[in-house]
Each structure stands twice: as C-alpha cells, then as structure tokens.
C-alpha cells in the first residue's frame, strides 16, 4: 500500500471522527459507498446492523442530546485480499474511545473499528465498517461553567 493511500485512509478516519461529533450528517454520508454496512457488536452479540449511507445513519439519530468525542489511534491498514493488485480496496483496524457526555455523566466506550475499504473518484470511502466494543464505563464529569 502507497504512503499517500495511507495518509488518505487516516485522513478517512479523523474525518468520520469529526463529522460524527459535529453532526455532519451530509458529511457523514458521504464516507460512505453506497452499499456499505456499519455493525456494531458487543463480545459475539450483535447490537445493530445498518446499511446504505442513510440506513448508517440512523445509528447517530441516537447520540441526540449527548456531547460526544471520539478519539481514533492505532490505525494501520493492509491491501484488501480481493484487490491484490487493483489497488481499490483495503482493510484496516482502529482503535476507537469514544465519549458521550449527558448532563453530569461520561460513558465511554473503548471498542476496535475493523474496517474494509473502497477506492471510488471521490477517494477512499467506507464499504464496511465493524465496531466491537470491548468495554464502557460511567464516569462523572464537570463540564465548564458548571459547579
């Protein structure tokens, strides 16, 4: 895999990051291939299932009234198996901690997005996005201007 795909799939990922805390959902939208799916599991339970860049979006429908941030690290990514040589797909995994604050509570999910990814003209978008979360916990926080 060339630096600049490399550079363009972590560019892909801070992307979703900031769209998804920015409720960008036009931004949103268009990390996605048209018939891409984003899972989300819990251990081997499976929580959610989307698919279609409007069906993925419904997933954030649900972070309405919370403040959240995403922290993204420990990316790295690999030629996709079916595109040895075309160039057009890859996979990758990253770690993601992602808080949702509400009032006086953080939950903070600590997961590992395994992704597959899709050249198209517009750049590298998501065909499929997994999201394992492997552990939350509530903290207590003190947002500012707040006692």
């Known amino acids: ?6 550079l ?18 036009d931004g949103l939208r268009a990390l996605f ?12 339970r499976l929580l959610e299932e989307h698919s ?4 993925i979006l419904a997933i954030f429908e649900a972070l309405d009234g919370f403040v959240t941030l995403h922290e993204v690290a420990g990316h790295r990514f690999d030629p996709g198996p079916a ?3 075309k160039g057009d797909e890859a996979h990758g995994e990253a770690v993601c901690i992602a808080h949702h604050v509400k009032g006086a509570e ?7 997005y395994r992704d597959r990814y899709r050249r198209t003209a517009e ?4 065909l499929a996005r997994r999201l394992d ?8 926080v003190r947002l500012p201007g707040r006692a």
């Open 1 to 6: 895999m060339r630096p600049d795909d490399e």
């Open 123 to 126: 750049g590298w978008r998501f």
């Open 83 to 85: 595109a040895a040589g």
């Open 8 to 25: 363009a799939l972590g560019r892909l990922l801070c992307e979703y990051a900031a769209c998804v805390d920015g409720r960008d959902h």
């Open 52 to 55: 279609r860049p409007d069906g």
């Open 133 to 140: 979360i492997n552990w939350t916990e509530r903290r207590a």
């Open 106 to 112: 953080d939950l903070v999910v600590y997961g590992r």
């Open 33 to 44: 291939t048209a018939d891409a799916t984003l899972t989300v599991y819990s251990g081997e």
